[in-house]
């Protein structure tokens, strides 16, 4: 993508991503690279500047000044920061790197759509749509610029919130006029998952069974050369593609199976946070309400029910989780909020219904504000809505007795449970 790029060169420091976003609100566009990254890399990246985030100790490493040197040695203008800090950040890179701040939402999806079209030309193009913001600002960034030579296809895994299937459905075909095939897939996914507790391994074979399901729609289709993903930069950040360390895989990074049938993958998201995502579905024209809806992950319900997965144990927190969403749209806390929902746990413990003894479930209601997803801070809901849920939950939903509150942030937490 021909756009003024400063280049985020990480020494083991825990600021990198904060910096990079930091150029990126200035409208200049960055990427993290590890030092590790050879210098080859560096000179396709053509960077206007070069921000080496250090750690003290990382620096003094052996081998670490050397590597220095030779990126001073490529005469682009480099600074050395250990943390964020707006003013330097913005001398550097609107003084000696030249920038005028050219990153925004209209000139992404523009230069996206050359790129776009420059790709696959008049291939046919298969879209997993899952109904959430990342592919759902794939989806529409695809169909402006190709148009009817997009399929999306939306895999109702049987792992979705409650009526979900059914809303992604009329929206895209009703208001949006996709080509959108629905494929009831639920058994065979929750069949693959039986038994299946580790969480890593659930999101292994929820990643494989898509690209299966894909693989088997475009053979109905006919030739169909390219696969769509609503991959964003916080998926291949958390799973270790810029070598900082494996927080967990994604399912539309880490999750997929090595031997595919498509030629080739798209992923027009992959370079932004979030809050860019929601910014260019703006742009695009998607419905405020869906653009800022919050994040829900690929893997589903599967990795919010804590152990193995079961038809019961889903239909128990689909309807906890649409009850604790009703409570918090109440409240008009919705859009205060950057996610919340509620997590089925594998502990079981003694209570009281009508009367009688119970040995049932815990429930986990998890909420968090965040601008990226890339660190979080608990939300402070009041008592008072909490109650209402807890109580709500325990009277409405079969084989719950207790309620519990997440104050956990991120990090050390992660946002979702598994």
């Not at 930069?233 to 967990?248: M, Q, R």
């Not at 579905?281 to 800022?292: A, D, N, S």
């Not at 038809?311 to 919705?334: F, H, S, T, V």
Request: with cysteine.
């Amino acid at each position: 993508m021909q756009q003024e790029t400063i280049l985020v060169l990480n020494f083991g420091s825990e600021h990198s991503q904060r910096i990079a976003r930091e150029v990126r609100d200035l409208k200049v566009y960055s990427e993290i690279l590890p030092y590790t990254a050879p210098i080859e890399r560096i000179k396709t990246l053509n960077p206007k500047g070069i921000i080496v985030t250090v750690d003290a100790d990382n620096l003094s490493a052996e081998g670490a000044d050397k590597y220095i040197n030779q990126v001073y040695h490529l005469g682009i203008p480099t600074v050395i920061i250990s943390e964020p800090c707006g003013d330097e950040i913005r001398d550097f890179i609107f003084g000696p790197c030249e920038c005028s701040g050219t990153w925004t939402p209209s000139n992404f999806i523009q230069n996206s759509i050359d790129i776009i079209k420059e790709k696959v030309g008049d291939k046919r193009v298969l879209c997993a749509l899952s109904g959430g913001v990342d592919s759902s600002v794939a989806a529409v960034l695809m169909h402006k610029a190709i148009g009817d030579q997009l399929v999306c296809v939306f895999v109702d895994h049987g792992l979705l919130r409650k009526n979900e299937g059914d809303e992604v459905e009329e929206i895209f075909k009703g208001k949006f006029h996709l080509n959108l095939i629905r494929v009831n897939a639920q058994d065979r996914f929750l069949d693959r998952l039986a038994g299946v507790s580790d969480p890593e391994a659930k999101r292994m074979i929820i990643g494989e069974e898509f690209i299966r399901v894909f693989e088997e729609e475009s053979k109905k289709l006919g030739k169909i050369d390219f696969l769509v993903q609503g991959t964003i930069y916080p998926d291949v950040i958390e799973s270790g593609a810029d070598e900082s360390g494996l927080v967990k895989s994604h399912h539309n990074v880490g999750g997929l199976p090595e031997d595919f049938d498509f030629r080739e993958i798209i992923e027009p998201l992959r370079n932004l946070f979030k809050d860019e995502v929601r910014r260019v579905g703006e742009e695009l024209g998607i419905p405020h309400h869906m653009v800022w809806r919050q994040p829900f992950p690929g893997p589903g319900l599967a990795i919010r029910v804590i152990g193995d997965v079961t038809r019961e144990k889903l239909q128990i927190i689909r309807e906890a989780d649409a009850i604790y969403r009703d409570e918090i749209a109440k409240a008009g806390l919705d859009r205060e909020i950057w996610q919340y929902f509620a997590v089925l746990t594998d502990m079981r413990s003694v209570g009281v219904t009508g009367g009688k003894r119970t040995y049932d479930y815990t429930v986990a209601l998890r909420g968090v504000t965040s601008v990226d997803g890339m660190r979080a801070n608990w939300a402070r809901i009041p008592h008072e809505v909490l109650d209402r849920v807890s109580s709500r939950i325990t009277n409405e939903v079969a084989h719950v007795n207790r309620v519990v509150y997440d104050i956990s942030s991120k990090p050390p937490a992660t946002i979702e449970w598994e």
